[in-house]
């Protein structure tokens, strides 16, 4: 996993250790032997460690997930083989074959196959693996224990459909709970308390975008608008798709459905294509590049029909005189995707020159897709897979707000089945209180992968480039005041609460700021990057986990890398019942996108929903009393479809050639409703 993550990748209470393969002989037993390793996906950063030759542990993974990983090169390796050498696997050593040396470490289990395991000579799970929707081969592990179930989630893409897919699925049917809101049907139930339904002790979720409240296009509604732009190109335009990682082949799919073509490919990609369960995807790739106009082959070294030469001409073209469009994914919001392929249109229609397109596909789910997510189930706990690290733990703070509503209500009368490791508190450095080792300019690895000249104007003017200010503008939201405080030191401002109140309280000496530097590099987190990332990781890994302290000290750090408050100059632990009403509101202008924030509250839910449009455009939030709750948490509703006729009684939008509004369900006493054309929905 990603530096950051909590209890050293462990699936708490299990000692089965998830995404992570580096050495645990400093932690404490059992957790310094594993008993079982699970590998979600073969993404760089979710394979820390296991390119080390001294790995010897069984490895539990998806069979696409097997067949990626032992065909995994790292550019330099598949530079060698185009070139006719001889290159060698990253990964090789996990299954050797023939002599007396024989093994396979990576334990191919079916999806939707529930299989017991044994960690102990007293203790089995079952575990059943469930797609995630993230990338080829990704999974979901439902782990099923006497300590307990859990759900981790790796790497998700919570679209509807997926969440359809999930309350049908028979093995994760017992753990959703009745949402049965029929009065009739509850009273012909006489009183009956006991359920056939059981509860999730804790999900292990992907954070990678949770502080994105951005509602983002489907990846269906982001390819179809994807194809509609291309289709307004000259016939003989080539396009070059910058699949820089795994998990962007839906728009490869789409383009070959649409133009019923196929793909040109590196041959890295087709040995991989070919050789996984997605028969799609096997026939609509080829390896002779004058067979389409289509390309995704490898961005390093593009094939002469879509390799553009750098500082050509005003019309520049491809060695091949080809006319090139490069397609970059990158993270947009509903609204400005709609701006997007509006302004795109124009400007083909006044025939200007375009040569780069966005597709906003995004891998990971946000805010309202996680919420959405955790409803559907309602755990006891919600445990971050991710957290960053320079927060020293306002995020998995901010989490206790965020999915408060979406949890199972708390048991007093009998013991937890899962023991009180979650309930460790974590080590924060003093640091923390001015956030100074945050870089706020950093981005997404997306923006960082661009092709293309121009593609950072493109980008930086339509894309969310996911920067830390902007996170910490979400993050703030979820706060307490003192919380909030700190926050608004990092990001050089003084705080509204503060310079309300009649008595000015003791603050920190500000400390000096320094100059942030934006990091750029070829390589992104993900799977596709120059170099292996593993080494280095694994450096970062032992930093956060193998520091030069006593055992004691030790088994406090890893068990909880930061689930607590800060407060305050002197770093002080408090827990969530401190936390007090927000009193600040936002005013401003708005025009299009809708970005969603919430605090936690005991005597009423103050809902920030607004609408940005640059760093400051923020329309006045909304404040709803104590009886004027969210639904969200009772019923797992979902904000639906429906058609608006009339204006005055509803707000008009447009989204994806259909006139329609997000609104709560008829069950919801109130609705909130946004002027986006795709606004706050839970049925995104």
Not at 97 to 104: I, L, P
Not at 417 to 433: K, M, R, W
Request: aromatic residues 8%.
């Amino acid at each position: 996993m990603p530096p950051g993550t909590p209890y050293a990748s462990f699936a708490l209470p299990y000692p089965i250790r998830v995404d992570c393969f580096t050495c645990t002989a400093h932690l404490p037993a059992p957790y310094n032997t594993p008993a079982l390793y699970l590998l979600t996906h073969s993404h760089t950063d979710h394979i820390i460690g296991l390119s080390s030759k001294s790995f010897a542990s069984r490895v539990l993974c998806s069979p696409d997930t097997k067949e990626m990983l032992l065909r995994h090169e790292i550019y330099p390796e598949r530079a060698k083989k185009d070139a006719g050498e001889v290159a060698m696997r990253t990964f090789a050593h996990l299954k050797l074959e023939g002599g007396a040396f024989s093994r396979d470490l990576l334990h191919a289990v079916p999806l939707h196959t529930p299989t017991e395991f044994e960690l102990s000579p007293t203790e089995t799970v079952i575990i059943t693996l469930i797609n995630a929707n993230h990338c080829p081969g990704s999974v979901m592990f439902l782990i099923e224990g006497p300590r307990g179930t859990i759900l981790h989630t790796g790497d998700v893409r919570a679209e509807h459909w997926l969440l359809k897919s999930l309350t049908r699925n028979p093995f994760l049917q017992p753990y959703i709970p009745d949402t049965e809101e029929d009065l009739r049907v509850l009273i012909a139930r006489g009183g009956q308390t006991a359920s056939l339904t059981k509860t999730l002790h804790a999900i292990y979720l992907d954070t990678a975008c949770m502080l994105r409240g951005t509602v983002v296009p489907t990846k269906e509604n982001a390819v179809k608008g994807l194809v509609e732009l291309i289709a307004l190109f000259d016939k003989d335009t080539y396009f070059f798709v910058n699949s820089w990682t795994w998990g962007y082949e839906d728009v490869l799919k789409g383009i070959a459905r649409a133009f019923q073509c196929q793909i040109h490919v590196d041959q890295y990609k087709y040995a991989v294509y070919t050789r996984i369960s997605d028969p799609f995807l096997r026939m609509l790739v080829t390896r002779d590049a004058t067979s389409t106009r289509f390309h995704a082959c490898e961005r390093f070294k593009r094939c002469s029909f879509v390799h553009v030469p750098r500082y050509n001409d005003l019309a520049p073209r491809s060695i091949e005189g080809r006319k090139v469009v490069y397609i970059n994914p990158v993270t947009m919001g509903c609204a400005q995707w709609e701006g997007y392929c509006t302004d795109v249109r124009r400007r083909l229609a006044m025939g200007k020159d375009i040569d780069r397109l966005l597709v906003p596909l995004e891998r990971h789910s946000p805010l309202p897709e996680l919420l959405n997510l955790v409803s559907l189930f309602r755990p006891r706990r919600v445990i971050p897979n991710t957290l960053v690290p320079a927060l020293g733990g306002l995020d998995w703070t901010a989490m206790n707000a965020m999915f408060k509503e979406c949890m199972a209500p708390p048991i007093y009368d009998r013991g937890d089945p899962i023991t009180n490791e979650f309930s460790s508190l974590g080590i924060v450095h003093p640091s923390v209180l001015d956030l100074a080792s945050l870089n706020l300019a950093d981005t997404d690895p997306a923006m960082k992968n661009l092709v293309g000249d121009s593609a950072e104007l493109e980008a930086g003017k339509w894309a969310d480039d996911g920067n830390m200010r902007r996170r910490l503008e979400v993050l703030r939201g979820w706060l307490g005041p003192k919380e909030k405080g700190i926050v608004d030191r990092a990001l050089g401002r003084s705080s509204p609460l503060l310079s309300r109140n009649n008595s000015a309280p003791e603050t920190p000496k500000r400390t000096p700021k320094t100059r942030l530097q934006v990091k750029r590099s070829v390589e992104g987190s993900d799977d596709s990057s120059y170099y292996d990332g593993s080494d280095a990781h694994a450096r970062t890994a032992r930093l956060l986990f193998a520091g030069d302290y006593s055992m004691e000290g030790s088994i406090k750090s890893w068990l909880s890398s930061s689930p607590s408050h800060i407060s305050g100059s002197d770093a002080q632990i408090i827990g969530t019942e401190n936390l007090g009403p927000v009193q600040e509101q936002f005013t401003a202008a708005a025009t299009s996108e809708a970005v969603v924030q919430a605090p936690v509250l005991e005597s009423s839910v103050h809902v920030p929903v607004f609408i940005q449009t640059t760093d400051t455009a923020l329309v006045p939030d909304i404040t709803l009393s104590a009886d004027q709750s969210l639904p969200t948490p009772v019923s797992s509703p979902v904000l639906r479809l429906r058609d608006v006729k009339g204006k005055g009684k509803e707000i008009e939008s447009q989204t994806n050639a259909e006139i329609t509004d997000f609104s709560l369900p008829p069950s919801s006493p109130h609705a909130l409703r946004s002027s986006s054309p795709c606004p706050f929905s839970m049925d995104i």
